[in-house]
């Protein structure tokens, strides 16, 4: 472990051998930034802005957007903050969008599909995202939720680099923008795995259905060798590939995923702690053989056993 020297916490994510791992936070709130801070988190790896707007009634004007998103940014000056723009719809309606009722919320107009008639709205969103990393020091990028196509991802790194973002992203949640991820990595600085949804559309399982819950295990070896595909496409062009779903907070995947060649993790910060005591241990070779060994298992309790042996 080294220190960041400014007398903060010790870096997490070093492995045995000293390989590192980006250790991030999920934070949608300034008090998830600072318990991230406090945890160790060296950056977020996804600001979930809907949560900021759950309740409004009327779209928060620039300057609104722009408080509120400083307030959760001002911790990280100087640290890198992804921040994901408006991901509404499904499980997470925001009444201000008045979005018409759908009778597949999952399969509808959510997330980045509901900038495609109103691009003004995300236009506002991102230069109020732009305002506040001036604000705040804080090294911001821009990850777009619910991406479908290459095309889409090409569509939201224009506007947002036009909005002076520097760094764009996109989340990898729909298992047909994995598929093609060598063409999304050429229109994006960076991709983030958000395994809840790719866990759920690859399954065609609810993620919150519990009589489905074994099918959005992240354990599941075809969600495992679609991450695998992703990261070493990330691999072959130098793209950094993040993991922000609930994967990432698994300890013992952690290890799997780095030996997939993913190269941040980012997590609630309660579960930073567990993440790097157990990547502590172990070097980047061993993180290979888990892998091998989970993707090599035909059920998620095999893949964990293996794992584990
Ligand atoms: C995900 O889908 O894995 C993710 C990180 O986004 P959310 O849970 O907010 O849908
Ligand atoms: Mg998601």
């Given at each position: ?44 790896g996804l600001f ?59 399969l509808g107009v ?200």
């Amino acid at each position: 472990h080294r220190a960041d020297g400014k007398g903060r916490a010790p870096w997490r994510g070093t492995l045995r051998d000293g390989h590192r791992v980006r250790l991030l936070g999920n934070v949608g709130s300034a008090a998830d930034a600072e318990a991230a801070v406090a945890a160790g988190a060296e950056g977020v790896g996804l600001f979930r802005t809907e949560f900021c707007y759950l309740a409004a009634t009327r779209e928060p004007t620039v300057a609104e957007q722009r408080a509120a998103y400083a307030a959760v940014l001002a911790p990280f000056r100087g640290r890198s903050v992804v921040v994901r723009t408006l991901d509404a719809g499904a499980d997470k309606p925001l009444p201000f969008l008045g979005l018409d009722a759908e009778p597949n919320p999952a399969l509808g107009v959510r997330g980045l599909r509901v900038a495609f008639d109103r691009p003004e709205l995300l236009d506002r969103q991102l230069a109020a995202i732009a305002a506040a990393a001036s604000d705040t020091g804080a090294e911001v990028s821009v990850m777009a939720p619910m991406v479908a196509t290459a095309a889409e991802a090409v569509w939201f790194a224009e506007r947002a680099r036009a909005a002076g973002i520097p760094r764009v992203g996109v989340m990898i949640e729909v298992p047909a923008v994995a598929l093609v991820a060598a063409e999304v990595m050429d229109a994006v600085d960076f991709v983030s795995l958000g395994t809840n949804d790719l866990a759920q559309y690859l399954f065609a399982a609810d993620r919150q259905l519990g009589a489905v819950a074994g099918l959005n295990d992240p354990w599941q070896p075809a969600l495992l060798r679609l991450i695998a595909a992703v990261a070493e496409a990330g691999a072959a062009r130098g793209v950094p590939v993040g993991v922000c779903g609930e994967a990432a907070a698994d300890p013992l995947l952690a290890r799997a995923l780095v030996g997939l060649g993913v190269t941040s993790l980012s997590m609630n910060a309660t579960a930073l702690g567990g993440v790097s005591a157990a990547l502590a241990e172990v070097d980047r070779a061993e993180c290979r053989r888990f892998a091998r060994a989970a993707l090599a298992a035909g059920t998620p309790d095999q893949a964990r056993a293996a794992a584990r042996r």
